[in-house]
């Protein structure tokens, strides 16, 4: 008995490390992010996979960081590696088509519970890519426009009802062009899909077409005269230090760096949001599995766990004003109705559904900048 008990031991010993395994997050982003995952994620995935743990690289801000694990991710296809070096990244939303048409990615969003949570066209379309499958969203930031009520009663629904209510009140409304932040270029992006006479919806999903960039000049027109009406303050903090300070009444930002000067005290407790028809632009962040992930059911698991209802409650809400990657309605009752009322009382989840947009496709995108240094900016 004692030799059989021995036996059994010294095979659980063995079985051990070969059942335990180093998952390898990559992630884009700020150091947040790998904060994020070092803190939080991480640590709650290694609890509920005793034996398990987490390893992240933070790759870099911005494109370039995203740009990075592009470059990883082709360096070990070309080289024909049959187990690469990543279990999962978290890519900026532009990535995510290229990584696609690419065969960089596995097709893992069906074999996941919360792959049934996501409803935002976002992690379906990638800025024209058909991503449908291969993406689950982090989190979604968007951006909306705030106001104070004490001086806008009664907010602009739409940018037709902010035209004239510009008109009305001239210099109270303040954005940054498209310099020194993306608030303001998402204001521009949202006023092209308004007023654009071409069609909203293939700037959003492409295919790229010439002739539509004709379709605009009435809409820059329209632009010019709001922008000599508006003020033009020096980037996204710099919207929100003029909505605190009341030299404005309204301006475009984004809506989880608002919550996070309210939560600091750097915005007064009573500014507002709202999400104006027929939308602005957001952006998500991509949870991605590599095609050759080395552990691609610890992967899944992983991912499954950061989207779930929980997580997305407690860590992209309550640690960072962000949006959830997955239907809010999901995320509803695991926050307390003050978390709740603070992110989605102003701009529904609704709302969110229905106006909350994408960017336009890269060549839509750096037509419209263009197009507004040349007639607007001038």
Request: aromatic content about 10%.
């Amino acid at each position: 008995m004692k030799t059989i008990l021995q036996a059994a031991l010294a095979l659980g010993l063995m079985a051990s490390p070969a059942t335990a395994a180093e998952l390898t997050v990559l992630t884009a982003g700020d150091q947040n992010m790998v904060d994020y995952i070092n803190d939080y994620l991480g640590p709650l995935f290694e609890k509920q996979n005793p034996g398990n743990t987490v390893r992240v690289v933070g790759t870099g801000p911005g494109d370039a960081g995203s740009q990075k694990i592009t470059e990883r991710f082709k360096a070990q296809a070309d080289a024909g590696s049959q187990k690469w070096d990543t279990d999962v990244a978290v890519v900026h939303e532009k990535f995510a088509g290229p990584m696609v048409t690419a065969g960089y990615l596995e097709a893992y969003r069906p074999k996941i519970d919360t792959g049934k949570m996501v409803t935002r066209s976002n992690a379906d379309m990638a800025l024209g890519s058909n991503v449908s499958g291969y993406v689950m969203p982090m989190f979604n930031s968007q951006t909306a426009i705030a106001y104070n009520p004490a001086m806008v009663p009664n907010p602009p629904k739409s940018y037709e009802e902010l035209v004239a209510w510009a008109k009305e009140h001239p210099k109270q409304f303040g954005y940054n062009g498209i310099k020194g932040g993306a608030s303001g270029v998402s204001f521009v992006m949202g006023w092209i899909y308004a007023f654009g006479e071409g069609d909203a919806n293939k700037l959003m999903n492409g295919p790229f077409d010439e002739a539509e960039t004709k379709k605009w000049d009435k809409a820059f027109a329209s632009l010019k005269e709001f922008t000599a009406n508006a003020t033009l303050t020096p980037g996204n903090a710099g919207t929100l230090d003029m909505l605190s300070r009341g030299e404005i009444a309204m301006g475009p930002v984004w809506v989880d760096m608002f919550y996070s000067w309210q939560a600091d005290g750097r915005l007064p407790p009573e500014l507002k949001l709202v999400l104006p028809a027929p939308g602005m632009p957001g952006q998500p962040m991509h949870y991605v599995i590599p095609a050759k992930s080395p552990n691609e059911a610890l992967a899944e698991k992983f991912v499954a766990l950061a989207t779930s209802p929980e997580v997305q409650a407690d860590g992209i809400v309550k640690k960072f004003n962000w949006y959830p990657g997955i239907d809010a309605d999901f995320v509803k009752p695991k926050l307390d109705e003050a978390t709740w009322n603070k992110l989605f009382v102003d701009i529904s989840p609704a709302d969110l559904a229905k106006y909350g947009k994408p960017f336009p496709i890269a060549p839509y995108n750096n037509a419209i900048l263009e197009a507004y240094e040349r007639q607007t900016a001038n």
